[in-house]
């Protein structure tokens, strides 16, 4: 531990480390087993389209395997504060397509992900403005 870290902040960094391999194995990798070692026993899904539980997981990943082999996520940006990670992401189902900006919330106990939320905004061809959505 450096001086300027301390228990807690070390803790946020592994948590920030652990939703960036969430990332790698479930959207990128769609592999379940892979992700299954970040999750909690419980796991509640606030995406209305997710079952809750590790089923729901593993049908999610499925179901993305399937149905968009090539999605990818580009991590813009994650903060940690207590026991949550916010991912700010940009997810391209289809390569060529602009995508989905994203907002994903993990809550964690412990080491593991317990909770999830998110919030996709689909990138437009034409904005008011020059700035980009990440």
């Known amino acids: 531990m450096t001086q300027t870290q301390t228990p807690e902040t070390e803790q946020l960094e592994r948590n920030k480390a652990t939703v960036a391999t969430?990332?790698?194995?479930?959207?990128?990798?769609?592999?379940f087993e892979a992700t299954r070692a970040l999750v909690g026993?419980?796991?509640t899904q606030h995406n209305p389209r997710i079952a809750d539980g590790l089923e729901g997981l593993a049908q999610f990943i499925d179901s993305t395997k399937r149905d968009f082999p090539d999605l990818t996520v580009d991590v813009k940006r994650l903060v940690a504060e207590g026991n949550?990670?916010?991912?700010?992401?940009?997810g391209i189902r289809v390569p060529g397509q602009a995508g989905t900006a994203i907002v994903d919330i993990f809550r964690f106990e412990d080491t593991r992900i317990v909770e999830h939320w998110d919030v996709m905004?689909?990138?437009?061809?034409?904005a008011a403005n020059d700035n980009t959505m990440f």
């Open 22 to 31: 969430f990332y790698r194995h479930a959207i990128v990798g769609k592999d």
């Open 41 to 43: 026993p419980t796991y």
């Open 84 to 90: 949550y990670v916010v991912g700010h992401v940009h």
């Open 121 to 126: 905004q689909p990138i437009p061809e034409d």
